[in-house]
């Protein structure tokens, strides 16, 4: 079995930074794609960033230049650092990432419970 675990989340105010962490736990082989991604209050879930293995990294337009993604393969982590919050930004975010459990299995999503951002004055 795998589980994602995430932690760092909070209530913040506006302009302030968090930094969001991940740790995959379990039977791994190989892991992919890292991703966070969030959903607001009577919206969708969308993707904010995702990481690679190889450290490439891709970001939703509305965090680009204020949210970093980094990544520890030799821990199965991966980070998510937030830098000058918005209230729109406030959101349960989500830990994803694309896991291999054996050699010659396929890569299977899987998702952790999620963490409360809240940016309010």
């Known amino acids: 079995q795998v589980q994602l675990l995430e932690s760092g989340g909070g209530l913040v105010q506006p302009g302030g930074s968090l930094r969001l962490s991940c740790a995959a736990s379990?039977?791994?082989?190989?892991?992919?794609?890292m991703a966070w991604y969030r959903q607001a209050p009577g919206k969708q879930r969308e993707l904010v960033a995702v990481?690679?293995?190889?450290?490439?990294?891709n970001y939703a337009d509305s965090v680009k230049g204020r949210f970093t993604a980094s990544r520890d393969n030799a821990k199965n982590t991966v980070l998510l650092q937030i830098n000058g919050l918005k209230p729109e930004d406030t959101a349960v975010y989500y830990c994803?990432?694309?896991?291999?459990?054996?050699?010659?299995?396929?890569?299977?999503?899987?998702w952790g419970q999620g963490t409360q951002v809240t940016v309010s004055s």
């Open positions: 994803n990432a694309n896991i291999k459990q054996r050699r010659y299995d396929r890569f299977r999503d899987y």
């Open positions: 379990g039977r791994i082989f190989s892991i992919y794609a």
């Open positions: 990481i690679t293995s190889a450290g490439s990294t």
